[in-house]
């Protein structure tokens, strides 16, 4: 078991009305993610998931390192996407949650728990720590899209990004 740390500098977030958090950090030689999206399960949301509209909310996070050149180079990508399906007629709320593939379903009628599962992801697993290098400049970008989309005019989902660089430390 190696221990390591990461240590966490300036996070940038895109978008006024929602902030995005993110929690890069390595545990038992991977890198991990913890992300929460804050004032993303707004009225509009509540309002589609009532009408028993399928909504979907995507993560796609990324660590990247970055280069002198071009285009900064995508080391891993894990896509977490979560749904709920609203039965009206029961009252209860399906979620799933995939992780690249991976899938994970709870039935519930507890709004607060509707709201977790669709704007946190707790230590999600991004990569393991033999692909990096510490005299490396590393950044995790999350970058999250909603379905149905709830506040854009051409319908297209509304995406918000947000990344925060850290160093690894072996």
Known sequence: MMAASVVLAAAVVVRAAESLQIRPTVHDDEVIVSYELDDAYTDAVRDAIASGLKTTFTYELELRAKTSVW????????????????????????????????????????????????????????????????????????????????????????????????????
């Open 71 to 170: 285009f900064d180079r995508v080391i891993a990508t894990t896509l977490v996407t979560v749904t709920d399906h609203f039965d009206n007629l029961t009252r209860r709320h399906t979620l799933t949650r995939s992780i690249d593939g991976r899938v994970e379903e709870i039935v519930t009628e507890d709004e607060a728990t509707v709201r977790a599962w669709l704007t946190t992801g707790t230590r999600v697993p991004l990569c393991v720590t033999s692909l990096l290098d510490p005299a490396r400049d590393y950044y995790v970008r999350v970058t999250t899209r909603a379905r149905p989309a709830t506040t854009s005019i051409l319908g297209l989902p509304r995406t918000i990004s947000g990344q925060i660089r850290f160093t690894f430390v072996p």
